[in-house]
């Protein structure tokens, strides 16, 4: 290590014993700017360097880019990809530990995690606009008739409008009440389930009974009693402790956390899509609703 001041400059450099690990820090004390540059080898057997200011408003100094072409980049290649420049301290402290650290941890995971949630929501929200943009596009078109009251009865009524195709707008009409997210919407679009009337059963199944349940409004009685009229049962999806050995199949991102689908309501036992209903799920006690991660089809489990 070493360092040099000048008039103008105040350096500080480090250059390991092998000629291959350089790295430099300069002050320039004229106009209060800081720069720091680099030169090491990168793990897939190639040279990289880079060069920075430590404030995004400094300008360039005289010459710098002309200074760094001749020295450096024609002998080394540039950083790609999305590797993130190291500082001088970093690769400093880095190289001198007796340990030898070759690992440097900050927060751009985290970052990039809250990014691709960002991006996750952003795409929720525009296939729900789409989804409620024609709906109303429909009711236009429809004639307009006299309004008929709806029945008295205590449950909804259920009509055989509802394809497999329309889970999106059902979905999208209903986030009151029940998240159906975009995986299974997906999912359920492309499926080849017979029985789209027993699917939107159990979806109101979840979004009443089920939330009531939980939420302490009805007892456990009530529920199964409405599920058995549907034909379907409540189990466990998978063990927490066995969930990570099927990848991300049992897991969905939900409000910045990575959240285990760890129920499902079952309908047959025939591994033909057809013919088999599985919807997978977790309850978000913040929420106060039913998260519905994957559907219809069955995931895997240790008996495939």
Known sequence: MGSSRGDRFQLQWWAAEDGQHFALQALDIQHGQQWEAFAIPASVGRTVAGVRSNWATAQAMPATDDIWTAVFMSRVGPLIGACRHPSFIEIVSTA?????????????????????????????????????????????????????????????????????????????????????????????????????????????????????????????????????????????????????AYGDQYFVRWAGSRRLLDLHLTKGVSRDPRYCLRIYFFFDETSGQVVVGSMPDHLDTAGT
Do not use: C
């Open 96 to 244: 001198s530990n007796p340990a030898g650290i070759n690992v440097l941890r900050d927060d751009h995971a985290r970052l990039d995690q809250l990014k691709s949630d960002l991006e996750y929501w952003k795409g929720l929200a525009k296939a729900q606009e789409k989804s409620v943009r024609k709906e109303v596009a429909l009711q236009r078109r429809q004639p307009s008739s006299p309004q008929i009251q709806a029945p008295a009865a205590s449950e909804p009524t259920f009509e055989t409008i509802w394809k497999l195709r329309d889970i999106d707008r059902w979905a999208a009409q209903n986030t009151d009440r029940i998240i159906v997210l975009p995986r299974a919407i997906s999912a359920t679009k492309n499926s080849t389930y017979d029985s789209p009337e027993v699917l939107y059963r159990s979806l109101e199944l979840l979004a009443n009974e089920y939330t009531q349940m939980r939420q302490g409004t009805i007892d456990m009685g009530t529920f199964k009693d409405r599920a058995r009229e549907i034909g379907v049962e409540l189990n466990r999806s998978v063990a927490p402790e066995s969930a990570s």
